[in-house]
Structures are given as structure tokens and as C-alpha cells.
């Protein structure tokens, strides 16, 4: 389950076919290489200032979550995403990168609240082609309430094979308390049929330290929000998080391939936490990986604001951040 910096979508124990290689992809897409940020129009963007606020109830905005870097305009709305240099601007309600010739593309979707609806994605070589999409929903309360994806593919030499997957998410006393994902996978590979079904359970544990800035931790929602290392959840873009911050979970997989019942697994971690005086996230970490927050001080928004540019405003705000390896 643990993997290097990047994005990754869905992870499911073992499978007997590797639907998505779309890690290596979307990687690729933020590196830069033959890829490339596009858009379908000029459009400006809709998508309000992030809703993440301090102890005293003050806006704040995050730059950076581990290796992810995000910048904002002069209304303090989310402009753009970077990564290692490579930078991914909003375009109208959506982040949309791939590749240049066309064969591979990402779209991410905002609604109207700032909050991620829809993910879509298609990758194609001369072996195979894959398309896909996860689409979100969220509470009242702006807390995600269930995830559904959705992927199929074929192969050159006639192989065909899909997935669906659906999380739900059970929130008590303004805290996540479960997480449970659930999939089936099936398909044609070299003239056999194969079927998988998996789940993965998640339990959280809480402690007595407020989340004052109702941030969703990192490495939480690494795990349970099908996407993994990409920093969405720190800026708000995932639904608020629980109002304390949790001490750990434990996550059980179990799985069925071609109707025989798998091993049982269980997963335990700890997780960590330090905050600033105002009361945001400053660092977490989980079983000894660590990750770390910066933000944009207020001499910086003033500054920014007068700034005559979304350009000039980005080149105002380029924090330091603290690169880290999941191990």
C-alpha cells in the first residue's frame, strides 16, 4: 500500500490483473517530461477562497503540503498546483494535465463550493487503452459521505477487464469514524475469465487535541479518498476533516479471486501531530513517515494583493517545503 511521492488511484491488495498503471502517469503528468497542463477554455475560474481558518476564525492559505505547492490570485482563489517545478493551473472549474500527443489525459473537477465532484481519466498506448472516473460526494457539513470509481479497459490481443469501487464514510460527533471501500474487478486475460472482489475496512481512534483548523490530515485521506499523494485534502479541496485529530487507524483487507476467499490482512497505524500557535496543521506522521505544512503569512497575502497579475501573485509565494518518501 505504501508507495513513492505522486498520484496513485485506487489501491487494492493483490489483483490478478493491474488495471491502472495511472501512478506512473500521473506522475509523469506534474514532473513535466512530454506532458503538459491543458484546457479545453479561457474561462475564468468560479471556484471560492479556500475555507480553512485559523483558531481566531482568519482565512488561511495553504502553499504547501509536502512536495505539493499551491498558489492563489489576488482574491486569495486557488490558481494552481506544482509539483517539483511543474505547474498546473485551474482552468475554468477544473486542473486538467496528460500527455501532449493526446494518449493520456487527467481531469479534475470543482464545484461550485471549492470541493473536488469528479475525476476523469484515459490513458492509451499501442497495447492497451484505460478509462476511468470517481466521482465524489459530500454531507451538508462539507464531509465527504461516499466516493464511487469506475474503470475499464482492453488490450490489443483482445483482453478486456473493468472495475467498480465505492466508499462509504461514517462520521460521528463530527468525527470520521469509518471507512469502508468496497470492489469488484473481472475481465478476459489470454482467453480465461477472472473475478475479484475486495474490501477494505477502516477504523479510527481519536485522542483529546482539537483540529482547530478542520483540516483532513494528509495521511488519512492518503488511504481512504482513492487518491493518494497528492496534498488535495490539505487545502480544503476533500471536505472538512474531523474535528479532533486522530491517534491512528487500523485498516482490514480481505478479498475473493475466482470465488475463493483470500487471506485476511491487517494494518495498524500511529499517527502524530503538531500544530502552529494559530492552530493549523504544521506537521503529521504515521508510523515514522513524516510530511509538513507551510502557509502564506499575512506580510505575503498584503503583498500579493497588490499585485498586478496571477503571475506576479504566484512569484510572490513560493515557500519552502519539506520533501518526504513514504516508506
Request: proline share 2%.
Amino acid at each position: 500500500m505504501e508507495s513513492g511521492n505522486g498520484i496513485k488511484f485506487i489501491t487494492t491488495m493483490n489483483r490478478k490483473k493491474q488495471i491502472l498503471n495511472f501512478a506512473a502517469l500521473a506522475v509523469a503528468a506534474i514532473l513535466g517530461g512530454n506532458l503538459s497542463s491543458c484546457s479545453d477554455d479561457n474561462g475564468e475560474s468560479y471556484i471560492p477562497s479556500p475555507t480553512i481558518t485559523d483558531k481566531g476564525g482568519n482565512k488561511v492559505l495553504v502553499t504547501g503540503v509536502g512536495s505539493q505547492r499551491f498558489t492563489y490570485d489576488e482574491n486569495g482563489k486557488l490558481a494552481s498546483m506544482s509539483y517539483r517545478g511543474e505547474t498546473i493551473t485551474l482552468q475554468g472549474d477544473k486542473f486538467s494535465f496528460g500527455k501532449k500527443d493526446g494518449s493520456a489525459r487527467v481531469d479534475v473537477y470543482l464545484g461550485s463550493d471549492g470541493l473536488i465532484t469528479k475525476i476523469q481519466f484515459v490513458e492509451s498506448d499501442t497495447y492497451e487503452t484505460d478509462e476511468g472516473s470517481i466521482e465524489y460526494s459530500y454531507s451538508s457539513d462539507r464531509r465527504l459521505k461516499s466516493i464511487n470509481y469506475s474503470v475499464k479497459g482492453t488490450d490489443k490481443y483482445g483482453g478486456s477487464y473493468g472495475e467498480s469501487a465505492k466508499a462509504a464514510y461514517t462520521w460521528k460527533d463530527g468525527n470520521l469514524m469509518q471507512a469502508v471501500i468496497e470492489g469488484n474487478e473481472s475481465g478476459q486475460e489470454d482467453g480465461e475469465s477472472f473475478s475479484e472482489s475486495y474490501t477494505q475496512n477502516f477504523t479510527f481512534s481519536y485522542g483529546n487535541v482539537p483540529n482547530v483548523s478542520k483540516q483532513l490530515p494528509y495521511y488519512m485521506a492518503d488511504d481512504i479518498t482513492v487518491i493518494e499523494n497528492i496534498g488535495f485534502c490539505a487545502v480544503g479541496l476533500l471536505g472538512y476533516g474531523p474535528d479532533y485529530l486522530p491517534t491512528g487507524y487500523t485498516e482490514i483487507e480481505s478479498s475473493t479471486e475466482d470465488g475463493k476467499p483470500g487471506k485476511q490482512r491487517t494494518h495498524t497505524y500511529t499517527l502524530t501531530f503538531t500544530q502552529n500557535s494559530n492552530g493549523t496543521l504544521k506537521s503529521e506522521a504515521r508510523n515514522g513517515s513524516s510530511i509538513s505544512y507551510t502557509y502564506a503569512d499575512a506580510l505575503t497575502r498584503a503583498d500579493a494583493v497588490e499585485a498586478q497579475s496571477k503571475e506576479g501573485f504566484a512569484l510572490s509565494m513560493r515557500p519552502s517545503f519539506f520533501r518526504h518518501r513514504r516508506k
